[in-house]
């Protein structure tokens, strides 16, 4: 039962660009929702959160857009680096517990 | 404080071995996460303690897999007897309170 769907699986862009990257849930008990940034080799690493009681995050380049009807949220990238060439998560959780209901990942190539 | 540190890093064993994989949580925190990363499957929960209790374990795929926390510094996912299809990443994941969830640096399991 895949709970937080992702996309695109993967994404190519220029440097400079803007990345987007979408997800939707299911589960309506879901009031947190983080992104974590992976490169190989390494742990997941939070990126930006947020709770759906916002509609915007802003942190810097990166952004996350939250509409609570839909059950979506979406993580935008600003003037996109090659240093930001790495796997995207979307996550998921209820609960004072941080027990994270992930999505499938979004492999991010930013070309110099 | 150096994060959530796991070893091995990297474990090869041969099928029908014991596994244990071990992690120490950021010093405070009172969540301690054990997660599964695989190609087919993702980033997957596997178990979850709240101060030093198992709260879920649902996501532990067969009872060769058990994990312990015997005190708050420490805990282990032992694998017995481990099978080819176990070979994965495991990472150790800790949170305090509502807090976001900081990940290890993860154990490359191989079984061979």
Redesign the interface.
């Given at each position: 039962q895949q709970q937080v769907k992702q996309s695109p699986q993967s994404l190519i862009v220029q440097k400079g660009g803007i990345s987007i990257i979408n997800c939707a849930y299911e589960n309506t008990a879901f009031d947190?929702f983080?992104w974590?940034q992976q490169f190989p080799?390494?742990?997941?690493?939070?990126l930006i959160?947020i709770r759906p009681d916002v509609s915007e995050k802003k942190e810097g380049r990166f952004t996350i857009s939250f509409n609570k009807s839909a059950k979506q949220f979406s993580l935008h990238i600003m003037d996109s680096q090659p240093g930001d060439s790495a796997t995207y998560?979307c996550a998921a959780s209820k609960g004072?517990?941080?027990?994270?209901?992930?999505?499938?990942?979004t492999q991010l190539t930013v070309l110099p | 404080d150096a994060g959530?540190i796991q070893s091995p890093r990297h474990e090869v064993t041969e099928m029908g071995q014991e596994v244990t994989l071990r992690c120490k949580p950021i010093s405070g925190h009172d969540?301690l996460?054990w997660?599964r990363q695989t190609m087919m499957r993702?980033?997957?929960?596997l178990i979850?303690f709240?101060n030093n209790v198992p709260?879920?374990d649902s996501g532990m795929p067969e009872d060769r897999f058990s994990a312990k926390m015997p005190n708050a510094s420490f805990s282990t996912l032992k694998i017995q007897p481990s099978e080819p299809r176990d070979s994965a990443v495991y990472?150790c994941?800790s949170?305090s309170?509502?807090?976001?969830?900081?990940?290890?640096?993860?154990t490359r399991l191989t079984v061979v």
């Open positions: 947190y983080p974590y080799g390494k742990g997941p690493a939070l959160a998560f004072s517990a941080r027990q994270l209901t992930f999505g499938s990942g | 959530v969540y996460f997660y993702g980033l997957e929960l979850y709240n709260i879920d990472f994941a949170s309170g509502t807090g976001p969830a900081f990940f290890g640096q993860g």
